[in-house]
């Protein structure tokens, strides 16, 4: 296994532009992400990746996104699947729902550099996605450079999440 090893029952295969290697990954989109996430899923699998599909399943023009996300963000939470993506229509709604789920990081991303850097400073493990904001072909890019990410695991990085762990929930 190689340095993306990502450990038993995972087989290891080398993408020709990206880092990443074969994994589980969980997605969830509502009526904003609905097009986008047929899209991304039958990319990923194509790519060698097994994907769980936590809905929509169907569109329906008024769902509601934690329906969806939530689900999907515990799967990542409880480590039934490696890394989450998760769509709607801004990707903000995504963003604050997943958040709420103890042992998510999740980060709205339209860049590249934040894309691959959240997951190696910051050890983001679902990535937020507008479907009315970004395109397919850069989502793809975002979703790459997130997947081929590793979060460093050292020193600094470490006590940074340690101090973001240890804050407590506040009451207004
Ligand atoms: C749905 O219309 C839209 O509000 C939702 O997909 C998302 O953008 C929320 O952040």
């Given amino acids: 296994m190689g340095e993306n090893s990502e450990g038993e029952g995972q087989h290891e295969v080398r993408f020709k532009y990206s880092r990443e290697v074969a994994m589980r990954i969980g997605i969830a989109a509502d009526h904003g992400g609905f097009d986008l996430k047929k899209q991304v899923v039958k990319d990923l699998e194509a790519a060698g990746h097994q ?3 936590y809905g929509a399943y169907e569109f329906i023009a008024d769902d509601d996104y934690p329906d969806f996300i939530v689900p999907m963000a515990r799967a990542v939470a409880r480590g039934e699947v ?4 998760a769509i709607c229509g801004s990707g903000v709604g995504a ?3 997943a958040n709420k789920i103890k042992g998510v990081r999740a980060a709205l991303i339209t860049d590249t550099f934040s894309a691959h850097q959240g997951v190696e400073d910051d050890d983001m493990n679902v990535i937020c996605l507008g479907g009315r904001v970004v395109g397919h072909s850069l989502v793809m890019e975002l979703i790459r450079a997130f997947l ?3 979060f460093k695991n050292t020193g600094r990085f470490i006590r940074r999440l340690d101090k973001v762990r ?5 009451e207004a």
């Fill in 148 to 150: 081929g990410a590793n």
């Fill in 166 to 170: 240890a804050i407590k929930m506040e």
């Fill in 51 to 53: 994907v769980e599909d």
């Fill in 95 to 97: 963003c604050v729902a």
């Fill in 82 to 85: 490696k890394r989450g993506i």
